[in-house]
């Protein structure tokens, strides 16, 4: 059991907490219940936090949703609570396929939803409107050429995993991409970038 894991405020209005533990909620706090196991994803690392604060700040009511690396599944209800219409989510892991699928009926999430075990392959030929990926930077570069084919003109993506040594090796895979940067934030050595799929657009973070 994560002994350390206690509730938490992630964001402006995101409360994360076990499931052993009470919390009483504020007026406006959405609160996500997480039984980790053995999977990553209690919003207490920065690239977790980083990730929930772009989904509240960007995600669209209706958005379909994909996760890549879902883990515990944390940011998938995070999505579903600010109105994402359909959630996927997909993890090369098979526990972390159960414990997300586990927590998303836990917080009671009741837009479909699908948790499948594999890699973006897995949803070839499905577009999605908002796709987050909180993986490793240098899976991301091997990545980023599968993740372009899910994406809609005008899609939204957040990548983490980042650490900001690594930050060039992503950038240029974006802007090879013609994939546009549209914000950066950095925590503690991690960055989390937002982009969009519109390629006639120049990167606002063109380093």
């Known amino acids: 059991m994560f002994t350390f894991f206690k509730a938490v405020k992630i964001s402006r209005r995101v409360v994360v907490k076990p499931t052993w533990q009470e919390y009483k909620a504020e007026p406006g706090d959405i609160v996500i219940e997480i039984d980790p196991g053995m999977a990553f994803g209690t919003g207490t690392h920065p690239t977790t ?3 929930i604060k772009m989904i509240e700040r960007y995600m669209r009511s209706g958005d379909n949703f994909l996760d890549i690396g879902t883990g515990s599944g944390i940011l998938s209800i995070t999505a579903a609570k600010y109105g994402a219409n359909k959630i996927t989510g997909v993890d090369i892991d098979e526990v972390a396929v159960e414990i997300a699928g586990n927590n998303l009926r836990l917080n009671n999430i009741k837009q479909d939803f699908s948790i499948k075990n594999g890699t973006v392959t897995e949803v070839a030929g499905e577009k ?4 987050v990926a909180n993986i490793t930077s240098e899976i991301l570069v091997l990545c980023l050429d599968e993740i372009k084919t899910v994406l809609k003109i005008g899609s939204t993506l957040i990548l983490s995993g980042i650490i900001t040594n690594n930050l060039g090796d992503v950038q240029t895979k974006l802007k090879e991409l013609g994939i546009s940067i549209m914000d950066m934030v950095v925590e503690d050595d ?3 970038i937002v982009c969009c ?3 006639v657009m ?4 063109n380093l």
């Open 49 to 51: 936090s980083l990730c």
């Open 190 to 192: 991690w960055v989390a």
């Open 197 to 199: 799929n519109v390629e």
């Open 128 to 131: 999605f409107d908002f796709v």
């Open 202 to 205: 120049d990167d606002v973070f």
